[in-house]
């Protein structure tokens, strides 16, 4: 049965790691008996420029260029590690860069998608960060900056995000119910599916006198690591072995 794959939070860092390894390994086996594979955002832990993160990720680039070689279509969403994966990563590797949110149709069912941070609205100094960092000037300026100082502008934010983070509600860093009902009503859908949160989970609602549901994909760890299977008979969290 003809089906898609869901994964989002991969988190891959430039180093060598075992999640590297166990993605290459699921794009050349599962990945390939997909009719296509969704990244909803947060596949590398960081990347300044296509520059840089094409040379960092050599293995990635060609692992996934294999795939849609093959015949699997990929679609990535940015995230808010890899908001700056740009065209030349799409042409490099034969992804599709997705708008975010975006509907797309699986097993029938019209399907809200995304990497799921700008429905994070409690976060109200994350969001002002988003609406700068998303900025297409700013991205340009930035990408005009000699590598080394991109590098050390992007670990210095890392680094006080990661702190800012300890002095957070948890909630604070969750969606927003409202905004998760008003997405659900804007687009019509009945389902959606995001990462970013960590909080891997199926939620149920009433919208508009509609059943939705919503799934929140699992980030990759090296003790589990999982996607999102979806055909006609519907929805099924698998293992990555």
């Known amino acids: ?16 790691s075992p999640l590297r390894d166990r993605f290459a390994q699921f794009l050349a086996g599962p990945a390939r008996a997909a009719s296509a594979l969704y990244i909803l955002g947060d596949l590398f832990e960081v990347w300044i420029g296509d520059d840089a993160g094409l040379a960092e990720y050599g293995v990635e680039r060609a692992c996934l260029r294999a795939l849609t070689g093959a015949g699997v279509p990929v679609y990535f969403q940015h995230g808010n590690r890899d908001f700056l994966v740009g065209t030349q990563f799409a ?5 599709q860069v997705l708008a975010d949110p975006v509907t797309v149709t699986l097993g029938g069912v ?10 994070c609205t409690d976060d109200k100094g994350y969001q002002r960060w988003r609406r700068f960092a998303h900025n297409k000037g700013v991205q340009a300026v930035y990408g005009a900056l000699p590598r080394s100082w991109r590098e050390r ?19 604070i860093m969750d969606v927003n ?20 949160t960590h909080r891997p989970a199926t939620h149920d609602y009433t919208i508009d006198g509609r059943a939705c549901q919503r799934y929140v994909l699992a980030d990759w760890r090296p003790q589990q690591c999982e996607a999102l299977r979806i055909d006609e008979s519907g929805v099924q969290r698998v293992p990555i072995a």
Request: no cysteine; hydrophobic share 40%.
């Open 1 to 16: 049965m003809s089906h898609a794959l869901f994964i989002s939070d991969l988190h891959l860092p430039p180093a060598a």
């Open 91 to 95: 042409a490099a590797t034969g992804v």
């Open 110 to 119: 019209p399907t809200l998608i995304s990497h799921g941070d700008l429905w």
């Open 153 to 171: 502008f992007a670990g210095t934010v890392r680094a006080r995000s990661d702190a800012g983070k300890q002095y957070k509600p948890g909630d």
């Open 177 to 196: 119910d409202s905004a998760i009902r008003q997405a659900f009503s804007a687009h019509g859908v009945t389902r959606m599916i995001h990462g970013h």
